[in-house]
């Protein structure tokens, strides 16, 4: 059973969050949804049975996202009246608040079961960042990459290479793909005039999402804030390049994952394996699994084979993403880039 103070004060914390992250609807809502819990009302009552950590198992953005799907499937119902991403305007907090707690309690099992499974984002801006840790491979050892991602969600990131991006005053990638990204750049650049090849892509995911089904592209999208459409926009666009490439996300944990992926060498290719804004999710044993398989695979990498761990990973829970590279042989780590979460701002250093 749920705490009910922890509850308020796990939502207060990720409206904090989101309005930091520049989404102040998303923060309302959610700062609406603290006030009832507090006050012992319908949102009270629809967390009180929730029996994992708040904060570390997300259920403020298990609510958000479950509101936000309503809107979605209904444009024209009650919710979507107030959500952007379906043309709806924000209401004052009282209208705004009459109508997430009547929608909730009327459609209380949709709600039940958003809660029983964790927010699946798969955001897609990380991109922006990725793509300069993989041109820099390239440049580095001259060869293809085979990148196998953990937590891959919906794999839609292994994609990276077929968007188009805007770096400052350079341009990189396919000027025709449905997915552009823009991030504001500070510093220098990646290897821009790198020959960038990725001839394998996988991913790995403990619950993968199925693109090929509506109903869980559906509820990629419910988990975009809806005061930012551009990353609906940008989502949409990556699931129908995954599409086109076949992407694979295994069912498996990250550990077996990495050890199947650098069991065999891959002659005339760099083995890389990457992931982003996860790490810390992970229990430590499997972490110190994970670590110990690259590190072993990277002992007995060469210049015709080399393995490279790229990871867009807070050094401290509390720090800003950064963007770092471990590339064997050899294994020094390079730190390549700051970034915002969601890949909106970039410092290259």
């Not at 394998?200 to 403990?206: A, M, T, Y």
């Not at 999402?209 to 666009?237: C, F, K, M, T």
Request: charged share 20%; net charge negative.
């Amino acid at each position: 059973m749920t705490d009910l103070n922890a509850a308020a004060k796990a939502f207060h914390l990720q409206a904090d969050f989101c309005e930091n992250l520049g989404s102040p609807f998303t923060a309302r809502v959610l700062t609406v949804l603290a006030a009832d819990i507090g006050a012992g009302g319908v949102i009270a009552n629809l967390v009180a049975g929730f029996e994992e950590e708040p904060v570390a198992a997300a259920l403020a953005l298990r609510v958000a996202g479950a509101l936000h799907r309503r809107a979605l499937d209904e444009p024209n119902g009650r919710l979507g009246q107030l959500y952007a991403t379906v043309g709806g305007a924000g209401p004052d907090d009282a209208a705004l608040q009459a109508a997430l707690i009547k929608d909730i309690a009327e459609n209380r099992s949709h709600y039940d079961t958003y809660l029983e499974g964790p927010p699946q984002t798969n955001e897609v801006g990380r991109s922006a960042v990725m793509i300069g840790g993989y041109l820099s491979i390239a440049a580095q050892t001259g060869l293809p990459l085979h990148v196998f991602e953990i937590g891959a969600s919906a794999g839609l990131n292994l994609g990276c290479d077929r968007f188009f991006y805007r770096f400052g005053d350079e341009i990189w990638g396919d000027k025709t793909s449905p997915v552009s990204l823009v991030p504001d750049w500070h510093g220098g650049l990646p290897p821009l005039h790198a020959d960038l090849k990725i001839a394998e892509r996988q991913g790995c995911d403990i619950a993968p999402v199925d693109i090929g089904e509506h109903e869980n592209q559906r509820r990629l999208e419910s988990y975009i804030w809806p005061d930012q459409p551009e990353r609906l926009a940008r989502l949409r666009g990556a699931v129908s390049v995954a599409k086109e490439l076949g992407t694979r996300v295994l069912h498996e944990s990250a550990d077996v994952f990495v050890e199947n992926a650098l069991q065999n060498s891959a002659p005339r290719a760099v083995r890389v394996i990457a992931h982003t804004i996860m790490w810390q999710y992970m229990p430590e044993d499997m972490r110190a699994r994970i670590e110990d398989a690259i590190g072993q695979a990277g002992e007995k990498a060469s210049g015709e084979s080399p393995v490279a761990w790229l990871r867009l990973e807070p050094v401290d829970v509390k720090d800003p993403p950064s963007l770092r590279l471990t590339l064997w042989p050899g294994g020094e780590t390079q730190e390549l880039a700051i970034a915002h979460p969601h890949g909106a701002s970039v410092k290259w250093l």
